[in-house]
């Protein structure tokens, strides 16, 4: 029997503290995972972006209206491939109001050659582009909807207010991690044409796709620059920067989320500190009776440091095993499910398992510091007149 194995035996000597220790923590790690991921997962749309997209917005602000015809301008800028359209539309099911998704009025014909991460068949695209009310939803929103290629659905209308009547001609799916597999996505011209003559022929921004991600900051400035002496001026990005702009109006709820997650791993050290004291505590004579028989005081450190890291990385393991169907099974898929507008792939990744497991390795070592100092001090006859 060597030391270790003994340090690490020593866990089971009192099977119920250990195993109340092991509990708080695999809680502690569940949640620090949980909240860690919410901020991973958050950021997906500005990670996953493409780097080719540019997006063109008024200049003032996200929620006002662009002139449609600068679409054919921004198609006209050196280095633009493609360029597309589209109106935030705001529309709410009638059976369940509260239901949110994001439906958009976009342009069937170039939309797809913008976002080509949306696959769908070409002979899906094809009925899209054919049908005036024909609609495309993301596979997570047609289950969500109980819905169907065929159905016919009624949305009502918030920005654009009345009935809206929509027949479903293809459901897509996704190919990259940024995109919502929610969305609603229907003709702008059937929208346009429905509008009172003040309010027609405006969009909510345009989507370009260039040849050389390299030029994005350039071909940007030039589109822009294009706008300048019209009474309607652009800002414009690159997606990357666009999704973080997004981002930004909620820095304030990621920075609380993050140090919630690090009050977490406080409460992380302070269960296993307090385990790893009173183990210590009560073992103080068998540490005088090693002392007695020859160990030096860094074998007793080394003793309790084993302990403790032992019961990190129990606790670590139990933690993850806990925490990954929960929060990947379990809360993932319903924030996919009901908010893939904010959360399209709600995933642990790598960095936050290991993240979680060395923290609570590393919490294990800085607690059992203290106490291992102190015993490291003890003199043999004050060890051994401490009876348990």
Excluded: C
């Excluded at 459901?171 to 929610?182: E, K, L, P, Q, V």
């Amino acid at each position: 029997m060597t030391l270790t194995s003994l340090a690490v035996g020593n866990l089971m000597r009192n099977k119920f503290r250990t195993g109340m220790t092991v509990a708080a923590v695999a809680v502690a790690i569940t949640a620090f995972v949980l909240l860690r991921t919410v901020i991973s997962a958050w950021n997906v749309g500005v990670e996953f972006a493409a780097r080719d997209r540019i997006g063109t917005r008024h200049r003032v602000s996200f929620v006002m209206q662009l002139p449609r015809r600068y679409v054919d301008t921004v198609r006209q800028t050196r280095g633009v491939r493609a360029a597309t359209w589209a109106n935030w539309f705001g529309g709410k099911d009638p059976r369940d109001p509260s239901n949110f998704f994001a439906s958009m009025a976009v342009d069937p014909e170039s939309f797809l050659d913008v976002y080509d991460e949306i696959s769908v068949p070409a002979d899906v695209r094809a009925r899209w582009q054919a049908d005036r009310r024909g609609v495309l939803i993301g596979d997570v929103l047609a289950r969500r909807l109980h819905a169907r290629v065929g159905d016919r659905v009624t949305l009502q209308g918030t920005i654009y207010p009345g009935d809206w009547q929509f027949n479903i001609v293809g459901i897509y799916t996704a190919t990259r991690r940024s995109m919502d597999r929610s969305q609603f996505l229907f003709h702008w011209n059937y929208l346009n044409e429905s509008l009172p003559p003040t309010r027609r022929d405006t969009v909510g921004w345009i989507v370009s796709r260039i040849d050389d991600p390299s030029r994005s900051g350039s071909i940007a400035h030039e589109i822009d620059r294009a706008f300048e002496q019209q009474d309607v001026q652009t800002l414009s990005m690159s997606e990357r920067a666009m999704n973080a702009s997004f981002m930004g109006m909620f820095a304030a709820v990621l920075k609380a989320i993050n140090a919630i997650s690090l009050i977490v791993l406080l409460i992380l050290l302070m269960v296993i500190g307090n385990t790893v004291s009173m183990g210590v505590r009560e073992r103080t004579n068998e540490y005088g009776v090693l002392r007695a028989l020859g160990f030096l005081p860094r074998h007793l450190v080394m003793f309790i440091l084993v302990e403790a890291i032992a019961l990190g990385a129990l606790s670590g393991l139990v933690g993850l095993a806990v925490a990954f169907p929960f929060v990947q099974l379990v809360v993932g898929r319903a924030l996919e499910e009901n908010m893939g507008a904010w959360f399209p792939y709600f995933r642990i990744d790598k960095p936050t398992i290991v993240a979680a497991f060395v923290a609570s390795v590393l919490l294990g070592i800085v607690a059992a510091a203290v106490p291992a100092f102190r015993a490291a001090r003890l003199t043999v006859t004050d060890a051994l007149r401490r009876l348990d």
